[in-house]
């Protein structure tokens, strides 16, 4: 028996498979390796390492959720509930951190709370000679960077949810006679609960599977470790009971986000939207929340930012833009652009077909291009790599397999885009144009493709950008002349020649701001 | 075409009807034996023929869920049949061998959401079919359109900035520019407000006649069926249970499913004897000749029971609900059993009030007891997907 | 498949199909590595870019070679060619690991040489026996200290450093470190596993979360006083010095007290990659490298002891003829390195 459905399907699928196979293989050579290993390695790691990593990496995650917690829902409530002047201004500025790398955060915080750093020298005013303050390389200090990077997430998820929010439950609440505190409490945080434990979840997946932020502060956690034992041992072993273990721990947390985004739909309100009142504070209320956002937004963005300017500014950084340095702004662009083309051609079939055609099959598929999300910068680059050597090393070195890592890691970042494009488009246009005389190419051509066209591109920009920003597989599977603008910030950073780096970094950031643009455009329309 | 179409429980009147509503050489759209399934071995409708004459409004009517949409889905080309037949002006278009995709059957249809072209204006999503025509004609045909459906000065806008019935209307000039072969529409006015929902059935169903389309629509709700109809094929759990002219599905239905379902209709339970259904509320003559002692329920509307107040008498009101030009009444009999009646609104009696029963025995309908049993809380399986 | 329709899909399968060839073609010929041009050397280097590029630039200045550097981990570059094997786009490996090239050597990785401007200038000690690396310059495993917070006669050999009074006052290289994997192993070799791995514990214990992935940064933090003391190759303090001479820290030649091991010497050296196109080209380089303008140039750059026996040394760094080295031989680095390895993840080092 055929129908439309299949005989548009055939070749497509094919395709559909190959990629998750591409995206699986990797994955599962890793797994392979890992579970083939001699006891021994993993009875030694047991003894030595994992404990210690475990429990770094855990931890860490879970300081960095709390402070993205506070951080995110109290400036989520102050932009959607307060009226104070330049609230806009704010509104837009509290996500510009996402526009600054974790490795760059961190490596101008190592220089500003660094040993003999402004911030000591600073406190020595105040506190006497001898006063020391934390060091930014610990537990502290690596919390502090991946909180002041990652809060966005926990604020726009939040603010999304305070505005799409039926004011309607606010309403009752207050006729009721609770008070306005009260109401937060019992009525607006329990309903944007599923939106914050997403926007958690997406933090803490995020300080999981970060190296660069780590790296620099030197806080041992999992995907440091892979990095390390990738390259300081000769064999791959130890590296692939690590990446397991780190694999299994993301998946705990990405399964624990799906399960609050699904939740998160039933929390969703039918009816007519309203905007919420927002209660004006007077000028000292007003004053103590510009305070308030003004320390984050300065922290988190414009100190660093500012510095990073001044860095560039400096002869030494400027004696390095050379020819050199454009080279590596070429090879950011260019293997950014290869690879977002590359995951919006692979992602877009497997989105497509798991939407107008929901088999088992399919919706395993688009499931596997989900892998990537666990799949931490240095274990998706010794996938690739072990795949590769085993079974086509002919492309070792190359290219391509940088940009299969990438595209392997980069995709759910593109999906999350494309999938609720095809969704949102009824297959009903498709049908219609049929029965207006279009063949199936003529109705992807005139109908599909214009109408995901901004989804296409959103996840083009995105996979695009996190490309660009691409540390530890960057760093492992480049080939000769491949140093990218990212590189060369960690290589200058990790020996602290600060004005060197601030170029290619102040570059970096500068790139994303466009895209952080385009994005949050599309989440304000959304919201 | 000599096959058998009787698709109903048959019944003596039923089968001289047939005659002259089937004409199968005029036919312009003809199902014959269809079914089809989304999960081999459950079929979501079975076993449906119907026919459509030319410039004929069919419409197929029935609870969600009971298939109407898959038939639809079906003539347009969107689903497979599992068996059966279907011809759009006489050439197979569907069986089990044959697929005809849906570009080349010259069908036009209008969805539930419209399905209107986002990007892209009034004028190009109407002339979005009409690549092949030169550019002169193409807008000559559009404009023509606009002026049909009084969207004149409204070409230029994009879908999202029109109202509910103007997106409805811009979705039929889009399929109707096409001069289909058949229109399908399918639940055209579940998504408009209904005040506005009785503006646009005239209107539509003026635009088709002069149009002179063929047109098939799918619809749950019986009051737009009788008004835009020439016919209906009631369908239940993917069967049809009955393919008529309203006022004879409404007089004159088949089964207790269609009684009950496309007006409110109170079932009596009665006994045959010598010749007589005998019940509570009197005695009907036996149309469909049961022998004695048979089980029955006759199917009365409230329109033909008449209310008087009668001192004494041992019905009674239970409540009463204005409606406007009618007062509906419920009505408890002695042994129990509740009936309807509608009466004038000007005649307005207390709960409570005892009430003698008058029965206009020309419009009931006789069926066998087992026929009818369960009625009340009819099941509906969801083997039929709605959209 | 319907009769219908199944001649056109099969149309666009095979069009497809095709397509995808043409597409893999297409990638494959832009991204497989490609056969250099002649006058072009590849270098994969594990040392630190701006210790060796001024040298490369000058052998392209002086010969118009061109030179493409990969820089990154020595054992990382190691892995690299050994899973590169013959389609490697190396021609040269350098290495500041006399370990890591004898264990390329051992692997198959290197190209044997027979040059006598090679034998001339470099003592044998100091090469692989039949020249399939050659050293290059002489670093010592030293430990550095802060003027202000240690007095030079605190420490006499690197295993006082295990000592519990220097708890959170050392400073010491991430595990991975090639450095200190060959200087563990000479202690090893020195004093056997179990007194290896007491000190191994102790400076774990001692250094605490002070564990570097930069020598660079642990010279600074002792100049900064954010601890006394450091482990690291000496040029690092003599690179540190040069530019910012009135910096408070000191270069602590250890072990040399009688009897005593010796200071740690490992040699930075280059060898040619067997796979190598431009073989004559690779061999100009190490000409160029060995030969005394090279020597001073690459030993005076990063303030290394030269191997060549009439180059002098820097000075500004301790007289070589002062201390005396460890005795075991560079070769020996290799075959010590993975029990080295197991020790020092068995003490759980970082």
């Given at each position: 028996m055929s129908t439309i459905r299949q005989q548009l399907a055939s070749p497509l699928q094919l395709l559909v498979l190959a990629s998750a196979g591409i995206i699986l293989l990797p994955l599962g050579y890793v797994t392979a390796q890992a579970l083939s290993a001699d006891p021994v390695v993993w009875s030694r790691l047991w003894a030595t390492r994992i404990p210690e990593l475990l429990f770094n990496t855990v931890s860490l995650a879970a300081s960095v959720a709390v402070v993205t917690l506070v951080l995110g829902v109290s400036t989520a409530w102050l932009v959607t509930r307060v009226d104070f002047p330049g609230r806009r201004l704010w509104e837009g500025a509290l996500v510009l951190p996402l526009a600054m790398p974790t490795y760059v955060l961190a490596y101008v915080y190592s220089y500003l709370l660094g040993f003999g750093g402004p911030v000591e020298h600073l406190w020595q005013l105040v506190a006497g000679p001898q006063a020391r303050i934390f060091s930014p390389h610990s537990y502290g200090g690596a919390t502090l960077v991946m909180a002041l990077d990652t809060f966005p997430f926990v604020y726009l998820l939040s603010r999304s949810a305070l505005l799409s929010m039926n004011v309607s439950f606010e309403e009752v609440a207050r006729a009721s006679g609770v008070s306005r505190l009260s109401t937060l409490w019992r009525v607006t945080l329990p309903l944007m609960r599923p939106s914050i434990a997403a926007g958690v979840a997406l933090v803490i997946l995020y300080v999981v599977s970060d190296f660069g932020a780590v790296s620099l502060l030197r806080y041992q956690t999992l995907t440091y470790a892979v990095f390390q034992q990738m390259t300081g041992r000769s064999d791959n072993t130890a590296a692939s009971i690590l990446s397991l273990l780190l694999v299994g721990l993301a998946l705990i947390f990405l399964i624990t986000e799906r399960w609050f985004r699904q939740r998160s739909r039933f929390y969703q309100t039918t009816g007519r939207y309203r905007a919420p009142q927002r209660h004006r504070y007077g000028w000292f209320g007003a004053l103590a929340v510009t305070g308030y956002l003004g320390l984050i937004v300065g922290a988190a963005f414009a100190l660093p930012a500012s510095l990073l300017i001044q860095w560039s500014l400096s002869p030494e950084a400027q004696a390095t833009l050379d020819s050199r340095f454009f080279g590596f702004v070429w090879n950011s662009g260019i293997l950014a652009a290869s690879a977002a083309t590359g995951g919006v051609l692979i992602g877009l079939p497997l989105a497509y077909l798991a939407s107008r055609r929901p088999t088992m099959l399919n919706l395993s598929c688009l499931q596997a291009a989900y892998a990537g999300y666990v799949l931490p910068g240095p274990v998706a680059a010794l996938a690739v790599l072990v795949l590769f050597s085993k079974l086509a090393p002919v492309f070792y070195g190359s290219v391509l397999i940088l940009i299969v890592a990438y595209v392997i890691h980069f995709l759910p970042a593109g999906l999350q885009s494309l999938e609720p494009a095809l969704q949102h488009m009824s297959p009903n246009l498709e049908e219609v144009a049929r029965t207006l005389g279009l063949g199936i190419r003529d109705t992807w051509r005139r109908v599909t493709l214009p109408l995901v066209r901004n989804g296409f591109v959103v996840a083009w920009v995105l996979m695009f950008l996190q490309t660009m920003k691409e540390l530890p597989a960057t760093l492992l599977?480049?080939?000769?002349?491949?140093?990218t603008l990212a590189i060369r910030v960690w290589m200058e950073a990790s020996e602290e020649y600060y004005q060197l780096a601030a170029p290619s970094a102040l570059l970096i950031v500068l790139m994303s701001l466009p895209a952080l643009a385009l994005l949050v455009s599309k989440d304000w329309r959304a919201a | 075409m000599t096959s058998d179409h009787s698709t109903a429980p048959t019944r003596s009147q039923e089968t001289t009807l047939q005659g002259d509503l089937y004409t199968p050489a005029s036919s312009v759209l003809e199902l014959r034996h269809v079914s089809c399934a989304y999960v081999a071995g459950r079929p979501a409708v079975q076993e449906i023929s119907f026919a459509a004459r030319e410039g004929e409004i069919l419409c197929l009517l029935g609870p969600s869920g009971c298939g109407k949409t898959t038939i639809l889905r079906a003539v347009a080309g969107f689903e497979p049949v599992c068996s059966g037949q279907i011809f759009l002006s006489g050439q197979l278009v569907s069986s089990p061998d044959v697929m005809t995709p849906t570009e080349n059957r010259r069908v036009g249809m209008v969805f539930q959401e419209y399905a209107l072209f986002p990007h892209l204006r009034v004028q190009d999503n109407i002339a979005f079919g009409l690549r092949h025509l030169a550019r002169s004609e193409r807008s000559a045909r559009v404009q023509e359109m606009l002026r049909l459906t009084g969207l004149e000065g409204f070409e230029r806008r994009y879908p999202h900035e029109l109202s509910g019935g103007q997106q409805q209307r811009v979705a039929l000039a889009r399929a109707l520019v096409q001069n289909p072969v058949v229109l399908l529409l399918d639940e055209p006015f579940s998504n408009l407000d209904p005040d506005m929902t009785g503006r646009m059935r005239q209107e539509l169903h003026d635009l088709l006649r002069r149009t002179k389309t063929t047109t098939v629509l799918v619809t749950h709700d019986h009051d737009e069926a009788f008004a835009m109809a020439d016919r209906i094929a009631v369908l239940n759990q993917g069967r049809l249970e009955q393919f008529d002219t309203p006022e004879m599905m409404y007089h004159m239905p088949a089964t207790p499913f269609v009684a009950d379902f496309v007006g409110q209709a109170d079932f009596i339970p009665g006994t045959v004897f010598q010749g007589m259904v005998h019940t509570e509320l009197g005695e009907f003559s036996n149309t469909i000749e049961c022998e004695d002692d048979t089980a029955v329920v006759v199917m009365i509307r409230p329109d033909d029971i008449h209310l008087v107040p009668t001192k004494g008498a041992t019905s009674r009101v239970l409540s009463r609900q204005f409606r406007g030009s009618e007062n509906l009444y419920t009505v408890s009999l002695p042994s129990g059993q509740i009936v309807h009646s509608s009466q004038g609104s000007t005649s307005v009696y207390q709960a409570g009030t005892a009430v003698e029963l008058r029965v206009l025995a020309t419009h009931t309908v006789l069926f066998r007891r087992e026929e009818s049993t369960g009625l009340a809380s009819q099941p509906v399986r969801p083997i039929a997907r709605e959209h | 498949m319907s009769c219908v329709c199944s001649v056109p899909t099969l149309r666009r399968t095979i069009l497809s199909v095709l397509l995808l060839l043409f597409t893999a073609g297409l990638v494959a010929g832009i991204f497989v590595p490609s056969a250099q041009a002649a006058d072009k050397l590849t270098i994969y280097s594990g040392r630190s870019e701006r210790l060796i590029k001024p040298v490369l630039d000058a052998f392209t200045a002086n010969t118009g070679i061109q030179i493409e550097l990969l820089s990154s981990g020595t054992t990382e570059l190691v892995n690299r060619l050994k899973t590169e094997g013959?389609?490697?786009?190396?021609d040269l490996l350098i290495t500041n690991d006399a370990g890591s090239l004898e264990l390329a050597r051992a692997a198959g990785l290197l190209h044997p040489l027979n040059m006598r401007e090679i034998d001339r200038a470099i003592p044998a000690q100091f090469r692989a026996p039949d020249n399939a690396w050659v050293g290059l310059s002489g670093r010592f495993w030293i430990v550095v200290y802060n003027r202000m917070m240690v007095q030079p006669d605190q420490v006499k050999s690197l295993l006082d450093l295990a000592d519990p009074k220097w708890k959170d006052k050392i400073a010491i290289p991430n595990s991975g470190s090639e450095y200190l994997q060959a200087g563990v192993s000479v202690i090893r070799a020195t004093y056997g596993d179990e007194k290896t791995r007491q000190f191994l514990q102790g400076l774990k214990t001692n250094a605490d979360s002070q564990v570097y992935q930069k020598s660079s940064q642990i010279v600074d933090a002792v100049a900064k006083g954010q601890v006394a003391l450091g482990i690291v190759n000496h040029y690092y303090v003599y690179r540190h010095l040069a530019a910012q001479p009135e910096a408070p820290i000191a270069v602590l030649m250890p072990d040399q007290q009688e009897g005593g091991m010796g200071a740690i010497m490992n040699v930075a050296g280059v060898g040619i990659v067997k796979s190598t196109k431009h073989l004559d080209s690779a061999k100009l380089l190490v000409e160029f490298l060995v030969a005394q303008a090279g020597q001073k140039l690459f030993a005076d750059l990063d303030k290394e002891y030269p191997l060549h026996p009439d180059v002098k040394t820097d000075?500004?760094?301790?007289?070589?003829?002062?201390f005396h080295a460890a005795?075991?031989?560079?070769?020996k680095l290799a075959e010590l390195r993975e029990p080295t390895i197991a020790l020092i993840e068995e003490v759980g080092l970082r």
């Open positions: 599977l480049r080939p000769v002349g491949f140093d | - | 013959d389609r490697t786009p190396a000075p500004a760094l301790v007289e070589r003829k002062s005795l075991v031989p560079l070769a």
